[in-house]
């Protein structure tokens, strides 16, 4: 009876089965964060208040524009990331927020018409009558000044819009509602604040690290010390899980699944590099038609790309 004939049918006797480590292995939830698309100087905006947004509307908006200035700044507000060449302790970065200024232009465009439509009972003879219609279009266009980490001005150009001819509040859940009723399209008052907040979500896509998540299943192991290692895990106790593998790995070098886990293990402790390496080790020994091995290498291969600055890995063992 072969090592592996004889692990799968220790699996079989129910009892025997964690003894000879047949337990569903866990599965780690990695989200590498990787370098922001634009460098911030965060601590020049952390202590240098920005002047109050510029505000230009134009056309049939009856809002306050000084609510609106005030708006643009609370949504262009945010937590500078405690990772990357920043500058900051991370105390600096949970403390208060980092905040911009800039420039808004608003432009709200109401058209109004007739529409012709006919009513009436089918029985009877039909009339033609006018209702009023009405279009309203909203733009707006946002300039977030920001310095950058090497001490340039930028200005990030965020543009959002909206039309009433598409919003399902104007059309109905089904869009049987008759389009262009004044009635039924809301005033702009209410619609610039989500605007508002979708250019400030964009303003913080490129500013903060980028999430990169990942599930990754670990490798069943027979004997020691994987099954120890595999328990590590479980417990959420990486370094020890990680030295428990890295023993595993030098007593058997040609063992695939003590390399992917031994890699996946680095990759969760952010050691990108160290990684990818155990990754194309793991999936030299398991052959090309190992599918989540092969992505792993092509998956690190792209997070070394942009890995520019030492950012932060998160984890956690997936709940089963």
Not at 182 to 207: C, F, K, R, T, Y
Not at 262 to 268: F, N, S
Request: hydrophobic share 40%.
């Amino acid at each position: 009876m072969t090592a592996r004939t004889r692990f799968a049918f220790l699996c079989l006797l129910g009892p025997l089965a964690l003894l000879a480590g047949c337990e569903k292995p866990p599965a780690l939830e990695i989200t590498h964060r990787l370098p922001a698309p634009l460098a911030v100087d965060w601590e020049h905006h952390l202590s240098t208040p920005p002047p109050p947004f510029i505000v230009h509307v134009e056309g049939a908006y009856t809002g306050n524009q000084q609510e609106l200035a005030e708006r643009l700044a609370r949504s262009a507000a945010v937590a500078p990331p405690a990772c990357g060449d920043t500058g900051l302790r991370a105390s600096q970065a949970e403390s208060r927020p980092a905040r911009f200024g800039g420039e808004a232009w608003l432009t709200v465009t109401d058209e109004q018409g007739e529409r012709v439509v006919r009513v009436g009972d089918p029985a009877q003879a039909f009339q033609t009558v006018s209702l009023p219609t009405l279009v309203r279009t909203i733009d707006l266009r946002v300039d977030y000044h920001i310095r950058t980490l090497e001490g340039t001005a930028a200005v990030v150009e965020v543009q959002r819009s909206y039309n009433s001819t598409s919003d399902p509040r104007v059309r109905g859940e089904l869009a049987l509602v008759r389009p262009g009723d004044p009635a039924a399209i809301p005033p702009a008052s209410e619609v610039v604040p989500g605007l508002i907040e979708q250019a400030g979500a964009i303003l913080h896509d490129m500013v903060l690290p980028v999430p990169l998540p990942v599930t990754i299943a670990l490798r069943s192991v027979a004997g020691e010390p994987g099954n120890t290692a595999l328990r590590y895990v479980r417990e959420s106790r990486l370094p020890d899980a990680l030295n428990a593998f890295a023993r595993a790995a030098q007593q058997s070098p040609d063992n695939g699944a003590v390399w992917f886990n031994l890699a996946a293990l680095r990759e969760a402790s952010g050691d990108v590099e160290p990684a990818l390496d155990a990754y194309s080790r793991a999936a030299e020994l398991l052959g090309e038609q190992d599918d989540p091995a092969a992505s792993a290498v092509a998956r690190l291969q792209r997070v070394t790309a942009r890995w520019t600055a030492a950012c932060r890995t998160d984890w956690r063992v997936a709940e089963e």
